[in-house]
């Protein structure tokens, strides 16, 4: 597997800017078994009609799913949706999952695909 540096900094800025905010125990559930979501491509800040939808697709797989880990694989935001002057636009957007992420309290991982540099927050 390689491991793309600029996927580890984005990751290390998320924490830096306090958007992980808790930091969950990965465990087994009761059953012995460790469960695992992968989400991928899910473009929020496209438009707020479609990201209540994708948000409610990530909020009903977990309900069903329960997992003990998430895996965000890339595209998760859209920077192109960003209009080049809000500022805090990428933070906002990626709090939106964050959110859902805190209520089920469930350990996860992000990594930036394309899209997710293509706004505010960059490679560089």
Do not use: C
Request: charged fraction near 25%; aromatic fraction near 12%; hydrophobic fraction near 40%.
């Amino acid at each position: 597997m390689k491991i793309n540096l600029n996927s580890v900094l984005l990751f290390a800025t998320l924490i830096s800017n306090n958007l992980v905010i808790s930091k969950p125990q990965l465990r087994f559930n009761s059953e012995g078994k460790f469960r695992i979501v992968q989400f991928t491509d899910i473009h929020i800040g496209e438009r707020e009609d479609l990201d209540i939808r994708s948000l409610e697709v990530v909020r009903t797989v977990l309900e069903k799913e329960r997992p003990e880990m998430v895996f965000f694989t890339g595209d998760a935001i859209s920077g192109y949706g960003w209009d080049k002057k809000t500022s805090g636009w990428f933070k906002y957007q990626f709090g939106k999952l964050d959110a859902i992420m805190q209520e089920f309290n469930v350990p996860y991982a992000y990594t930036a695909g394309n899209h997710d540099t293509e706004g505010e927050l960059n490679r560089t």
